[in-house]
């Protein structure tokens, strides 16, 4: 196995992670509004565009010779499930897509199996979805996240 080694930062949330083993305290959690008609195929193939185009997200992390090293995956698939809200009335449906992307947000994810990214659409409606997107802060940021929505 060929890896790189963690960056100082890289290295500090490695290590806390491993203190905190199947904790969420590390994962970046965003959404997105989408207000239109969605081409969730379409959807599905940007978010994995997306990942072929940043070996960051494609990173997992993992032990070599006694060091935490960064492991970059040639090709990845990351899925993109969709949880159909619509059946609900309009008040529970804005509660119900909350409660889905709180439960998303407290999810944690395993730095060595990885992927360090997932994504979900939640559809209130024909026109109005919610992105739900989760990142490892050892693969992402603050300022990721803008790179990432533009």
């Known amino acids: 196995m060929f890896g790189f080694p963690l960056s100082y930062a890289q290295?500090?949330?490695?290590?806390?992670?491993?203190?905190?083993?199947?904790?969420?305290?590390?994962?970046?959690?965003?959404?997105?509004?989408?207000?239109?008609?969605?081409?969730?195929?379409?959807?599905?193939?940007?978010?994995?565009?997306?990942?072929?185009?940043?070996?960051?997200?494609?990173?997992?992390?993992?032990?070599?010779?006694?060091?935490?090293?960064?492991?970059?995956?040639?090709?990845?698939?990351?899925?993109?499930?969709v949880i159909d809200l619509q059946h609900h009335s309009p008040e529970e449906r804005e509660a119900a897509a909350w409660e889905q992307a709180a439960l998303e947000a407290r999810r944690p994810f395993d730095v060595e199996t990885g992927p360090l990214f997932r994504s979900t659409l939640l559809r209130l409606t024909p026109e109005d979805h919610l992105l739900l997107v989760?990142?490892?802060?050892?693969?992402?940021?603050?300022?990721?996240?803008?790179?990432?929505?533009?």
């Open 11 to 81: 290295q500090r949330l490695w290590l806390l992670d491993r203190l905190t083993p199947g904790s969420a305290l590390y994962t970046i959690p965003a959404s997105l509004r989408l207000t239109s008609m969605l081409d969730i195929p379409a959807l599905r193939r940007s978010l994995n565009e997306i990942v072929r185009r940043h070996e960051a997200l494609r990173t997992t992390f993992s032990i070599q010779d006694n060091q935490p090293i960064q492991v970059i995956a040639p090709r990845l698939t990351v899925d993109l499930p």
């Open 134 to 150: 989760s990142f490892h802060h050892l693969v992402a940021d603050g300022w990721s996240l803008g790179v990432f929505f533009r």
